[in-house]
């Protein structure tokens, strides 16, 4: 079992702030993601990362930036915040099990509003 | 494209009744999953299928893959209150390795005592 932590879990934010939504895990995992999820609705891709220094676009273009300088660290940044952003994101890891596949571990989330 | 279509999107079900949810998938895949999703949890992992004709059963649930006809199904057997939740199938693209999921948009179960 993976240890996911994002924070912060809940965020009201202005227009126009730069925020920065945490996601870190302690199992190791090379592949961490970013999911946004609207109430209700489905998850899409944000972006992805294969270990450090390694940053891609997910199927969902998103104006978020995300940065992975450590393995164990994956934070995702809003430059300028707009009510659009209005949203949960879900962090997630994932690791290759034999009989399992690639299995991905999903953090508590975090949901934002941006006034 | 990927695409994964969930039916039904909404269901309310009395206990102790029996029900499936249906995942059909538009490419080839070898792996798909169930995952289950409290109001306003994250998600948890039920169920990674990988091959044509898996079946894996846990408690009430059991989930199906057919890789031939791109469908899998999550049958829940004499239905109970604790397992209403939004329950989600997601895809992976064929040999994708670690590129994300594709998720569908998930079945909202209520299950009346």
């Known amino acids: 079992e993976a240890d996911i932590y994002q924070t912060p879990r809940y965020l009201v934010i202005g227009t126009g702030k730069k925020i920065t939504l945490e996601c870190s895990q302690t199992?190791?995992?090379?592949?961490m993601y970013w999911y946004q999820q609207d109430p209700g609705m489905e998850l899409h891709l944000i972006h992805y990362s294969y270990g450090v220094n390694s940053t891609e676009k997910g199927d969902l273009s998103s104006e978020s930036t995300v940065s992975r300088i450590r393995t164990e660290h994956f934070p995702l940044t809003l430059e300028s915040a707009r009510p659009s952003h209005t949203s949960q994101y879900l962090c997630?890891?994932?690791?290759?099990?034999?009989?399992?596949?690639?299995?991905?571990?999903f953090g508590p989330g975090t949901r934002l509003l941006v006034l | 494209e990927l695409k994964v279509e969930q039916n039904p999107l909404f269901l309310s079900m009395q206990e102790g009744k029996n029900y499936t949810i249906y995942c059909n998938y538009s490419?080839?895949?070898?792996?798909l999953y169930w995952y289950r999703q409290d109001p306003g949890k994250s998600l948890e992992s039920l169920f990674v299928l990988l091959s044509n004709g898996a079946v894996k059963q846990e408690g009430r649930l059991m989930a199906s893959l057919d890789t031939k006809a791109r469908l899998s199904t999550l049958h829940i057997t004499a239905a109970v209150h604790d397992l209403s939740a939004t329950y989600f199938c997601a895809v992976a693209p064929l040999g994708g390795g670690a590129d994300g999921l594709t998720f569908g948009k998930g079945t909202h179960l209520i299950i009346q005592p």
């Open positions: 490419t080839t895949s070898d792996r």
């Open positions: 997630a890891s994932s690791e290759y099990r034999i009989a399992m596949g690639e299995t991905q571990y």
């Open positions: 199992m190791g995992h090379d592949k």
